[in-house]
Nanobody, 118 residues
Framework: QVQLVESGGGLVQPGGSLTLSCAASGSVFSGDVWGWYRQAPGKQRELVATITSGGTARYEDIAEGRFTISRHNGKNTMWLQMNSLKPEDTGVYYC????????????WGQGTQVTVSS
């Protein structure tokens, strides 16, 4: 069973930066897609960015130009570098790993809190 563990969240002032990490224990396979999602208080979980095992990254508008997603397949680790943070970036950030072909999986981490406030 794969477990995803996020770290790196915390309190940061507006305009500041944070780097989130997501480490997977257990077996993951090539051809999967990892992603970062976030959930603000009272709102639905939303996609932030994804990255394939081949390194192709995609960003939602909320992240474009400010966030950078990356992963190291050998270390089973993914990162989200967040710059120019805004109060509206506040929320719980979750990592996800999913694979649509056999072996299929859809794993979630427990989340890490990011608070952007002065």
């Amino acid at each position: 069973q794969v477990q995803l563990v996020e770290s790196g969240g915390g309190l940061v002032q507006p305009g500041g930066s944070l780097t989130l990490s997501c480490a997977a224990s257990g077996s993951v396979f090539s051809g999967d897609v990892w992603g970062w999602y976030r959930q603000a208080p009272g709102k639905q979980r939303e996609l932030v960015a994804t990255i394939t095992s081949g390194g192709t990254a995609r960003y939602e508008d909320i992240a474009e130009g400010r966030f950078t997603i990356s992963r190291h397949n050998g270390k089973n680790t993914m990162w989200l570098q967040m710059n120019s943070l805004k109060p509206e970036d506040t929320g719980v950030y979750y990592c996800n790993a999913r694979r649509h072909v056999t072996p299929r999986y859809n794993h979630w981490g427990q989340g890490t809190q990011v608070t952007v406030s002065s």
